[in-house]
């Protein structure tokens, strides 16, 4: 049986820094970070910051005299980012939306967003204050799931049909945006450089539980009317068993014109 501790969310700075911390969020952190080319004396931008992961290979790549620019509007992110600013001069953390980013028109060299348009009201507005922040040249570089692309094995793979179905239509609000980043930035007068996909392979079911929140959400799937209350069985089967699951994440390169 699923316990109730199953049912309640994480904390989301735990949450956060699990995933960076894992085999799969290294990963895809480093290939984002290559891909910012940042260089020292440059202005970052991180738009949604949340807690402050990957702060020292940020500072350290615009050192000695670059900025890092963190923004996120949660001031639970904001006090935990700031707490972990200890002997990073380069780093400020600004609190605010990033639909209207706090910053001046073209100030910044670089951008990133890392699992934030997912979650926005308005994709096409961050674009478009990411456009009016950064300087001509400027690059930004969006990590971002394509929440359809959930595979879980299973040899009930309705199941896990349904489940993915539940997280896209009712826990995700921007589901699909991986793969609508390079429309979206060309409607954004934005020149696409490159759209890669990453698509990491859990074969442990913790792991995937503490990234997708596996028991939590099909319990809510359940209440939700997407699985009948058998799932609960399910996926109690699928964490006792050899488990494979897998994501699908858009990493996308766009530029201001130079
Ligand atoms: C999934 S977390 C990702 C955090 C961070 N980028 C990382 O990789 O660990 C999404 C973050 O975006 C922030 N966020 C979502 N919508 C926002 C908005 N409209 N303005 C500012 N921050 C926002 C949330 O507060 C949260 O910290």
Not at 3 to 18: E, G, K, T, V, W
Not at 102 to 118: F, K, N, W
Not at 133 to 145: D, K, Q, S, T, Y
Not at 220 to 240: C, H, N, Q, T, V
């Amino acid at each position: 049986m699923i316990n109730n501790d199953a049912q309640s969310r994480p904390d989301p700075i735990a949450y956060l820094d699990q995933v960076a911390a894992s085999a799969a969020g290294r990963d895809y952190k480093q290939q984002v970070l290559k891909l910012l080319d940042l260089h020292p004396g440059q202005t970052v931008l991180d738009i949604g910051c949340g807690p402050g992961t990957d702060l020292a290979a940020m500072a350290a790549a615009v050192a000695p005299a670059g900025q890092v620019i963190r923004v996120d509007r949660d001031p639970v992110m904001i006090a935990e980012a700031r707490a972990r600013l200890t002997e990073q001069p380069l780093i400020e953390v600004r609190s605010g939306d990033v639909h209207a980013l706090p910053l001046d028109d073209g100030s910044v060299d670089r951008a990133r967003t890392d699992r934030v348009l997912q979650h926005v009201a308005d994709p096409k507005q961050v674009l478009a204050e990411f456009r009016r922040v950064a300087r001509p040249g400027g690059r930004i570089v969006m990590a971002e799931l394509d929440w359809e692309g959930l595979l879980i094995d299973s040899p009930q793979p309705a199941m896990s049909r349904a489940l993915g179905q539940f997280l896209a239509a009712e826990i995700i609000r921007n589901a699909t945006i991986g793969r609508s980043l390079a429309r979206l930035c060309r409607e954004a007068e934005l020149v696409v450089r490159s759209v890669v996909t990453v698509a990491p392979v859990f074969r442990d079911f913790t792991t995937a539980d503490q990234a997708f929140g596996l028991r939590r959400n099909v319990v809510r799937a359940i209440d939700a009317g997407y699985l009948k209350p058998d799932a609960e069985g399910w996926i109690d089967d699928l964490s006792s068993q050899p488990f494979l699951a897998s994501a699908l994440l858009f990493l996308v390169v766009a530029e201001i014109p130079g």
